[in-house]
């Protein structure tokens, strides 16, 4: 097969994204991508195997231990960010609007302390406002059109409690002279986010403490934000 008759990875999730799009229904699409995944019949762009990099290196590199302090961790995906999470002593509740990626991150870590649970980021559970020493966000809000941003990454800082830390790890915007283009120019998903929307987690008393912004060692034209955040 030549290089021109590779199957592109990414080909399903991007069909499967316009046609939920085109319906007006933006997050559909992730339970058919994971369902299809489940049959073979498609793959999981970002599963990545193993935590992310910068969460791995975050939580070297910090003095961060749970000792049984909670956790949550936003759209988890296969769960290798919260096993990395759960391993650091957090008592971790993860969640993921698609009923196929929580039964799959159960199935790829059948010894887990985490709990996996279903759920809406746009409408959570109310018990868990505030209740989160540590909350992990990893290229969900990215994940959602721009216009859903606001409200969803309102929602990831409502969950952190008092004294609590929120990460945020996203792609960062393409920018232009500086500038991050405007929001008519990108075709996602993914929607990068702009410094702007980083700034946008500090909610009230949750105040953003480090901010890095890292090429992906994979292409390094590609930046990432890492985002470290404390509610007073
Ligand atoms: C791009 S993937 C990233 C997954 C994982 N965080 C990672 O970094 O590998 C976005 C994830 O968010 C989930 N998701 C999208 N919208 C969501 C929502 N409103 N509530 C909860 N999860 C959502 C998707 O099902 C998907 O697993």
């Known amino acids: 097969m030549t290089a021109e008759q590779t199957p592109d990875p990414d080909l399903a999730s991007r069909r499967l994204a316009a046609e939920s799009l085109a319906k007006d229904d933006p997050t ?3 339970e058919e991508l994971y369902a299809a995944a489940g049959e073979g019949k498609a793959v999981v762009p970002w599963d990545r195997g193993g935590a992310h990099a910068l969460l791995t290196e975050w939580a070297e590199t910090s003095e961060f231990r ?9 759209g988890t995906g296969l769960g290798w960010d919260a096993e990395l999470v759960a391993d650091l002593g957090y008592d971790t509740i993860a969640f993921d609007i698609s009923p196929s990626a929580v039964e799959a991150a ?8 985490v709990d996996y649970v279903v759920a809406d980021l746009l409408n959570p ?9 540590l909350v992990v966000e990893i290229y969900t809000v990215q994940a959602l059109p721009i216009e859903l941003q606001p409200a969803a990454s309102k929602q990831v800082t409502a969950q952190v409690r008092v004294g609590g830390t929120l990460v945020v790890i996203a792609a960062v ?7 991050p283009v405007s929001d008519d ?5 993914p929607w990068p986010l702009t410094r702007a929307a980083i700034d946008a987690f500090a909610i009230g008393d949750v105040r953003l403490i480090q901010l890095e912004k890292q090429p992906s060692p994979s292409d390094p ?10 509610r007073d």
């Open 66 to 74: 749970g000792d049984g302090k909670r956790a949550l961790v936003v």
């Open 173 to 179: 915007r393409t920018e232009v002279d500086g500038r």
């Open 185 to 189: 120019v990108v075709q996602g998903p």
């Open 125 to 133: 559970p109310a018990e868990w406002r505030g209740a989160f020493d």
């Open 221 to 230: 034209t590609i930046y990432r934000w890492r985002a470290e955040y404390l």
């Open 106 to 113: 159960r199935q790829t870590h059948p010894d887990t302390k």
């Open 28 to 30: 559909g699409w992730f």
